[in-house]
C-alpha cells in the first residue's frame, strides 16, 4: 500500500478542531471536552471516547447523538480509508493472531482483521500513523497490507480476547502434548509410543479457552454450544437465532480437554467416553444473572460431541406479547389455560419454543393458592414457584411413574413434558379425569394431528373427547432486524404460494432483510412464535368419538376458525414482523 507523507497520532485536540471545521460541535462544546480533567481510569482513552462520551448532539442527523460509532465513521471518511466493523463470528482467530505478535498489536494499536492469500486487512484507529507499516510488510511474505478504521474500544477489546484466546491455545496444544492423531475417538486408534501426555482438563490455559466460550456464548445470545470433534481439528458452532455459526477451531487434544472440563464442572463421568452422558451446569451471565446449561456428549468417530443447550431465564420465561402470542390467540389460550381440569397439548418439533410456552403459563398460574407440580426429562431449568422432578430411568422412573406419583402430592396442576407412549397418555388422562389441569407435549405438525396421534398410541377417542380441552401448535421464526429492514411490493404469486388455499387477503407492502451491524449483517434479530390453535367444540368432540379420519378433523377445524400456522405466518409478514421466506421455512403445508 501507498505510504503516507507524514505520520501522526490524532489527539484529542486535533480531533474537536476537525469536528469544529466540519460543523459536527459547536465551540462550546469543544470548550467542555478540553477543559475537563480526564479521571485516572480513563487515562488510556482514545480522543474519541472522551469526546463519545458527551453525547452531543449530531447536527448532521436528526435526532443523532455523537456516539462512538458514528465518530469512527467520521474518522474513516476523514482518513480516506473503509469503515471496519468487528464481527467476533466472522473472524478467525487463529489466523489474525498468527500475522504479528501481541506486543507488536498493543504497541501500534492495531489488529489484523481478515487474511486473505495476496492480502492481509489492518484495523486501527489511528488511521494517520504509519510508521508500523514498513516493519509489518517485511513479514507478510508477499501480501499487501490494506488498512481499515475500527472503532477503538472495539479494538481494544478484541485485541486483547483474540490474543489471550491464542495463547490459551497454544498453551493447551504445547509440543508436550500428542499428535492430532492421537485423541482420534472410537473408530481411529493411532498408538504414539513414548508420549503419553495430554492437555488436563483443569489445566489454566483449557480453564481458560471454557471461560471464554460461555462468556462469548451470552454475549452472543446464543442458544445452544456444539464441540464437535474431527480428525485433526475440532469446531465450535453456536445457534443464533435458530441458524447455526462457525466460531471458531480447536486442535483434536485441545478440543477432548475443553470437553472433559465442561463434563468435569457438569459432574458427569470424565472416564466414560463410550456410552452417551447428560448433565447440567450453573453459571452467570457477564450481567451476573444465573443461567442453567444443559448438557449432552455423544460418541462419534472421533471423540465425544457435547452440545450445551442455554436456559437463559430471560428467554424461558417471557410475557406472552414477547413470545408473539396476542389477539385473538392469546383470549383462546388463556380460556384454555382458566380452566379447572382437562388435557391441554402444546405440539412441534425440537427447537419451536414448547418449553418456553409452557413454562412462562406456568409461572403465571403458579400463586400461593394452587400447587404446580412437573415430571420433566430434563428439567429445562430449577424454576421455585413449582415443584420439579426428573425422569430418572436408571430407576425406572419414567412420564407414568412420575403422574402416578405426583396424584399423591394433592396437584392442582401438573405438566408432563412429553407424551410419548400409551402408558403416559393413559395416566394424562387419569389425572384429567380426577380433577387436575394437565399440560403436556407432543411432537406433531399441527393441531388436529395430535388427536390422531393419542389415537395411534391406542388412546379411546371418547376419553379425549372427554379430557382435552384444545392443542396448540407453535413455530418459532426469525423476525426483521428494525434497523435495517427494507420495504417492498408484495409479490402476488409468492403470497399466493404461501396462502392457498386459504386467500388471506395481500399486504400492498412487505418488508424484506437487509444487513446491519445490530443483526450481523443476517437481517434477522429475534424470534417470535406462530400459533394455531384448535379448541375442542361439542362438534369436534363428536367426530373425534366418532373416529373420523384427519382430514374431516381439520375441514371442521378450519370451519370453527382455526388458522393454520401459515395463515399465521402470513398475518406476522403483513405486519411487517418476518419474511414469506422465513413463513415457509418452518410451517407445513396443512
Known amino acids: 500500500m501507498k505510504k503516507n507523507a507524514f505520520s501522526f497520532r490524532i489527539d484529542t485536540r486535533w480531533c474537536l478542531d476537525e469536528l469544529l471545521k466540519d460543523g459536527r460541535i459547536s465551540q462550546r462544546d469543544a470548550n467542555l471536552v478540553a477543559t475537563t480533567p480526564r479521571s485516572r481510569d480513563k487515562l488510556h482513552w482514545h480522543p474519541l471516547e472522551m469526546i463519545a462520551q458527551f453525547e452531543f448532539a449530531d447536527p448532521k442527523r436528526k435526532d443523532g447523538k455523537l456516539d462512538l460509532d458514528t465518530l469512527t465513521a467520521w474518522l474513516a471518511e476523514k482518513a480516506g480509508q473503509p469503515l471496519f466493523h468487528i464481527d467476533p463470528l466472522k473472524i478467525n482467530a487463529a489466523e489474525v493472531t498468527d500475522v504479528m505478535s501481541y506486543a507488536f498489536a498493543e504497541r501500534h494499536g492495531i489488529l489484523a482483521v481478515q487474511v486473505y492469500r495476496e492480502e492481509v486487512v489492518i484495523a486501527s484507529a489511528q488511521p494517520f500513523h504509519n510508521e508500523w507499516e514498513e516493519n509489518l510488510q517485511h513479514t507478510l ?49 493411532l498408538l504414539e509410543l513414548g508420549n503419553m501426555q495430554s492437555p488436563d482438563a483443569n489445566d489454566q490455559h483449557i480453564v481458560n479457552i471454557v471461560d471464554w466460550l460461555l462468556q462469548y456464548a451470552f454475549e452472543q445470545r446464543a442458544s445452544d454450544i ?103 390467540d392469546y383470549d383462546k389460550w388463556q380460556k384454555m389455560v382458566q380452566e379447572p381440569n382437562g388435557i391441554i397439548l402444546v405440539t412441534g418439533p425440537t427447537g419451536s419454543g414448547k418449553t418456553t410456552t409452557l413454562y412462562s403459563t406456568l409461572k403465571q398460574l403458579a400463586t400461593d393458592e394452587v400447587n404446580v407440580c412437573t415430571i420433566e426429562d430434563p428439567i429445562e431449568m430449577v424454576e421455585p414457584s413449582f415443584n420439579q422432578m426428573q425422569v430418572l430411568h436408571g430407576i425406572d422412573l419414567g412420564f407414568a411413574e412420575g403422574i402416578r406419583a405426583l396424584m399423591r402430592q394433592d396437584p392442582d396442576i401438573i405438566m408432563v413434558g412429553e407424551v410419548r407412549d400409551f402408558e403416559t397418555a393413559d395416566m394424562a388422562i387419569q389425572a384429567a379425569l380426577t380433577g387436575h389441569l394437565v399440560l403436556s407435549t407432543l411432537h406433531t405438525n399441527d393441531a388436529p394431528s395430535s388427536i390422531t396421534r393419542l389415537i395411534d398410541l391406542g388412546v379411546p377417542p371418547f376419553l379425549i373427547s372427554a379430557t382435552v380441552l384444545g392443542v396448540m401448535a407453535q413455530r418459532l421464526v426469525r423476525t426483521l432486524c428494525p434497523h ?68 374431516d378433523l381439520k375441514n371442521q377445524a378450519w370451519r370453527e376458525g382455526l388458522l393454520p400456522l401459515r395463515i399465521a405466518g402470513a398475518q406476522k409478514v403483513a405486519a411487517g414482523l418476518t419474511t414469506v421466506e422465513e413463513v415457509m421455512r418452518v410451517a407445513p403445508l396443512s
Request: aromatic share 6%; with cysteine.
Open 226 to 328: 456444539h464441540l464437535e470433534p474431527r480428525r485433526e481439528r475440532g469446531r465450535v458452532r453456536f445457534r443464533i437465532d435458530g441458524v447455526l455459526h462457525n466460531i471458531y477451531e480447536f486442535p483434536s487434544q485441545v478440543m477432548n480437554a475443553v470437553v472433559s472440563r465442561i463434563k468435569i464442572l457438569g459432574r458427569m463421568n470424565v472416564a466414560e467416553k463410550r456410552k452417551p452422558q447428560d448433565g447440567r451446569l450453573k453459571t452467570r451471565n457477564p450481567r451476573g444473572m444465573e443461567i442453567e446449561l444443559r448438557l449432552s456428549t455423544l460418541p462419534t468417530a472421533f471423540g465425544e460431541k457435547l452440545v450445551m443447550r442455554i436456559f437463559d431465564p430471560d428467554v424461558l420465561v417471557r410475557g406472552f406479547k414477547e413470545l408473539g402470542l396476542t389477539g385473538g
Open 141 to 189: 511474505k508477499g501480501k499487501t497490507l490494506k488498512r481499515v478504521v475500527a472503532n477503538p474500544a472495539q479494538l481494544h477489546r478484541y485485541t486483547i480476547e483474540f490474543y489471550r484466546l491464542a495463547r490459551a491455545i497454544e498453551g493447551a496444544g504445547s509440543s508436550d502434548a500428542p499428535a492430532a492423531g492421537a485423541a482420534i475417538g472410537n473408530f481411529e486408534q
Open 484 to 551: 435495517c429492514k427494507v420495504e417492498t411490493d408484495c409479490d402476488p404469486v409468492v403470497w399466493q404460494e404461501l396462502t392457498a388455499p386459504w386467500k388471506a387477503p395481500m399486504p400492498a407492502k412487505v418488508f424484506i432483510p437487509k444487513g446491519c451491524l445490530e443483526c450481523r449483517d443476517t437481517g434477522y434479530l429475534g424470534r417470535l412464535g406462530l400459533y394455531e390453535i384448535m379448541l375442542l367444540s361439542n362438534d369436534l368432540k363428536k367426530k373425534i368419538s366418532e373416529n373420523v379420519p384427519l382430514n
